[in-house]
Antibody, heavy 114, light 108 residues
Framework: QVQLVQSGAEVKKPGASVKVSCKAS????????ISWVRQAPGQGLEWMGW???????DYAQKFQGRVTMTTDASTSTAYMELRSLRSDDTAVFYC????????WGQGTLVTVSS | DIQMTQFPSSLSASVGDRVTITCQAS??????LSWYQQKPGKAPKLLIY???NLEIGVPSRFSGSGSGTDFSLTISSLQPEDVATYYC??????????FGGGSRVEIK
């Protein structure tokens, strides 16, 4: 079945970077894009951006210059790197696939704390 | 950017009540709207797509309606397992999407 499996929780210090992975299975990865969604504690869902296997990207204005989304077709894995982390970046990050909007990764908690 | 305004932000209703959540888009989005249910610690679950189409496996007490700028999600008979936060999502300008602020549903 279609599945997205994300990397594990991370703890980072302010100013550091984090790279979250999202491994896809059950469909042809190279044919569909991947989006990333952030959810801060007790807050709503926030779209961060999108990428595909051709290297195309579309980032939300809020994250422009601080986020990079990439894919590795050889492993059917998407990556989201967020730089210059602040305490208010503490959140759960989800990946979703254009193949099926019902399919989400399990989420990755990133905690930013000194 | 398309802004999505969702209300109420929270509500409390009795088991068996009819519950309606509304979502308003800042511009015409046709029927490019989904509804998601999220329970604590879990990823969002798709309930409705294209404004009114029920996702496979979702109970028929859930329904969606609307087009253009005004949309609604209705639970015809609230059940204890429906306690969750509900989000609308527009996808009119893919790949960019945006979400409403969420509506928390509780049992009275």
């Amino acid at each position: 079945q279609v599945q997205l499996v994300q990397s594990g929780a991370e703890v980072k210090k302010p100013g550091a970077s984090v790279k979250v992975s999202c491994k896809a299975s059950g469909y042809t990865f190279t044919k569909y894009g991947i989006s990333w969604v952030r959810q801060a504690p007790g807050q709503g869902l926030e779209w961060m951006g999108w990428t595909n296997s051709y290297g195309n990207t579309d980032y939300a204005q809020k994250f422009q210059g601080r986020v990079t989304m990439t894919t590795d077709a050889s492993t059917s894995t998407a990556y989201m790197e967020l730089r210059s982390l602040r305490s208010d970046d503490t959140a759960v990050f989800y990946c979703t696939t254009d193949f099926d909007s019902a399919v989400w990764g399990q989420g990755t908690l990133v905690t930013v704390s000194s | 950017d398309i802004q999505m305004t969702q209300f109420p932000s929270s509500l409390s209703a009795s088991v068996g009540d009819r519950v309606t959540i509304t979502c308003q888009a800042s511009q015409d989005i046709s029927t490019d709207l989904s509804w998601y249910q999220q329970k604590p610690g879990k990823a969002p679950k798709l309930l409705i797509y294209d404004a009114s189409n029920l996702e496979i496996g979702v109970p028929s007490r859930f329904s969606g309606s609307g087009s253009g700028t005004d949309f609604s999600l209705t639970i015809s008979s609230l059940q204890p397992e429906d306690v969750a936060t509900y989000y609308c999502q527009q996808y009119y300008n893919l790949p960019a999407v945006s979400f409403g602020g969420g509506s928390r549903v509780e049992i009275k």
